[in-house]
């Protein structure tokens, strides 16, 4: 039933490796987002996709990959993990009129 | 720069007692705003928005107010309770930009028993 699932809810890892962090929603929204949260709990916009077409693509390192293979899913890969990568990962999805809804996050720790 | 911000980082409030949250904004041309709510381990969580073109909006406990001569809006809650404590965030949506949501930079609120 959760509107907005993203998996895993935690992941740690080594530098250098990659990884992905996946999220599904089930409320037939159009249009997907990425957003990050660093540790002074400041949110910022990442990626967004409408019908997985990319439409924001804010000035994020090209070692983050967004793919959407259906407008149900956008999961983030990312590439050569960096110390600075260490945060939460939020999945949204949003109808327009409708409000954007929040996955419960991703903390990634990057050691 | 960031067209959102918050004033005050942390809120400590006494449990019954009112909290007013604060935040200021700076690009015209946005087309509402949203409060939001996020609790430990959580995302955020829709709690009330308003239109550009309105003054007051009220919710259950809720009413957030918007002064666009000044580019400021605060968030009211009433008879704050254990279960309000939190980081809230104002957000703006500007349709023109593709509905881009844009956060400011969050208050915590603690309610003291």
């Known amino acids: 039933d959760t509107a907005v699932s993203q998996t895993p809810k935690y992941l740690v890892t080594q530098m250098g490796n990659d990884k992905s962090i996946k999220c599904e929603q089930n409320l037939g929204h159009d249009t997907m987002y990425w957003y990050k949260q660093d540790s002074k709990k400041f949110l910022k916009i990442m990626f967004s996709?409408?019908?997985?077409?990319?439409?924001i693509n804010e000035t994020v390192p090209n070692r983050f990959s967004p793919k959407s293979p259906d407008k149900a899913h956008l999961n983030l890969h990312i590439n050569s993990l960096e110390l600075g990568d260490s945060a939460v990962y939020f999945c949204?999805?949003?109808?327009?009129?409708?409000?954007?809804?929040f996955g419960s996050g991703t903390r990634l720790t990057v050691v | 720069g960031e067209s959102v911000g918050l004033h005050l980082p942390t809120l400590s409030v006494q449990e019954g007692d009112n909290s007013i949250i604060n935040c200021a904004y700076s690009n015209s041309a946005s087309d509402y705003f949203i409060w939001y709510k996020q609790e430990s381990g959580k995302g955020p969580q829709f709690i009330i928005d308003i239109r550009s073109n309105m003054d007051k909006r009220q919710g259950q406990r809720v009413t957030v107010l918007l002064n666009k001569t000044v580019k400021h809006l605060s968030l009211q809650i009433a008879a704050t309770q254990p279960g309000d404590s939190a980081v809230y965030f104002c957000a703006e949506i500007i349709k023109a930009a593709g509905n881009k949501l844009t956060f400011g930079g969050g208050t915590r609120v603690l309610v003291k028993p």
């Open positions: 949204a999805s949003s109808r327009p009129n409708d409000g954007y809804t």
């Open positions: 996709y409408n019908n997985k077409e990319l439409i």
